[in-house]
Structure formats: C-alpha cells, structure tokens
C-alpha cells in the first residue's frame, strides 16, 4: 500500500546534540512537508519541498534543517540550534498539480524529547 | 496571509447525536481549498472532507458535512449520529493556490469527546 513512513516513533536528543528524522513516501508525489505540533497546539510548517533539490522555509525554521536528495524522501534534522525541539513531528506529502481538491497525505509522526 | 480560527478548543457530544465545530477562515486569494482533519490519541492525521471555495454545494462524506458560508468565511464541520470513535481532535485547513505547492494552514484545532 502507498503511504508516508516516518522513523523513528520516538526519538530522544542529549545537549548539543543533532539529530535526523526520516521521512519517506511512495505515493509519487511532488511536494513534501514537515509540520512541529506542540501539545493540544495546532501544526505549524518547519520547511516544504516542491520539488528534488528545492526547499523553501515555513513559520517556524529556524534551528531546522532539511534536503530533498530524492523525491521519495525528506530527511527532517534538528540542530542544536533549536533550543526547544520536545514536540510531535509530522510529515505530509500531497501532489497539487493534480488538483485543489487533494489532501495532504501524512505519516504517523516522530515524538522527539530531550534527555 | 491566511488565518484559520477554531474557536471551540474542546466539545462534548451524547453518542448518536450530532455535533458542530466550527471554523472561520481569513484569505485575500479568490481560490482557496478547506480541509478537515481527524486526530486521534495516536497522532496520525486523518482526512475526512474537502470544499473548494467555487463549489457550489457543501461537501457530504458520509455522516460528514460541511457547513459552508462563503460570505461569513466559515466551513463548519457538521458529524452526525456520533460514534464512541470519533473522540479526537479536529483540524480545520486551508490550502493556498497551487502556485504555493499547495501549502496549507491549520487551526488550532478542537479536541472532541463522545459520551455514552
């Protein structure tokens, strides 16, 4: 089945230290997204992708960095830079050339804390 | 920029009744798409109903409904005969034109519970 898969489930950072969330899709689609949700919050976009080796800053991007080496992935990775990085992440694709109508797809998201 | 604003941060609901959250929107862009998200407990998000901003009739998607005033700026989320399954939060979205790969804007979101 196609879907968005993201690893780990739960991840756990030390002082200073970086670290990368995975994100992969097989739904063929152009446009990635990562989105940080803080508790009872709404989600807010980290960084977006609209194509292989393009990437545009969201709200909230600093500390954050990403790339798009493939169009199947889009590594999320968490420097630390980001001095409050506890959240629940979630990746999302969707491919809006095939309509306004299309939702974002997401994946079942990374819990990250610090140690 | 847009704005999405759920002002009903938690609601409760009898099972088998129904209930409405409610969503105002705030865009300058003639050509919008609104979206509604299911979260559960677990995390994963949930896509349950979409209105464009020219469609003409709201949205049905089984016991799903959207509530759509375009004049009031606002697509209410209508769930009938409520199930013990639909305790969950509920995101309303809305999506730019295409030209912005299709990003979108969530609300707050409300946290809804069915009792028994």
């Known amino acids: 089945d196609g879907g968005i898969t993201q690893s780990p489930k739960y991840l756990f950072r030390k002082e200073g230290q970086n670290v990368t969330l995975s994100c992969e899709q097989n739904?063929?689609?152009?446009?990635m997204y990562w989105y940080r949700q803080d508790p009872g919050q709404g989600l807010r976009l980290i960084y977006y992708?609209?194509?292989?080796?393009?990437?545009q800053k969201g709200d909230i991007a600093e500390g954050y960095s990403v790339s798009r080496e493939k169009k199947e992935s889009f590594p999320l990775t968490v420097t630390s830079a980001q001095k409050n990085p506890t959240a629940f992440y979630l990746c999302?694709?969707?491919?809006?050339?095939?309509?306004?109508?299309?939702?974002?797809?997401f994946g079942d998201g990374t819990r990250l804390s610090i140690l | 920029a847009q704005k999405i604003t759920q002002t009903q941060p938690g609601m409760f609901v009898q099972e088998k009744e129904a209930v409405t959250l409610d969503c105002t929107y705030d865009?300058?862009?003639?050509?919008?798409?609104l979206f509604w998200y299911k979260q559960p407990s677990s995390g994963e998000m949930i896509f349950l109903i979409y209105q464009g901003s020219y469609d003409q009739q709201n949205a049905t998607e089984g016991r799903y409904s959207l509530n759509f005033q375009k004049a009031r700026k606002s697509a209410n989320l209508v769930i009938s005969a409520s199930q013990l399954g639909d305790s969950a939060m509920y995101f309303c979205?809305?999506?730019?034109?295409?030209?912005?790969?299709?990003?979108?804007?969530f609300g707050d979101g409300t946290t809804l519970t069915v009792k028994p």
């Open positions: 992708s609209q194509i292989v080796n393009d990437f």
């Open positions: 865009t300058s862009d003639p050509s919008y798409g």
């Open positions: 739904l063929n689609h152009d446009a």
């Open positions: 979205a809305m999506r730019e034109p295409n030209t912005n790969a299709g990003k979108s804007t």
């Open positions: 999302a694709s969707s491919s809006p050339g095939t309509g306004e109508n299309q939702p974002q797809h």
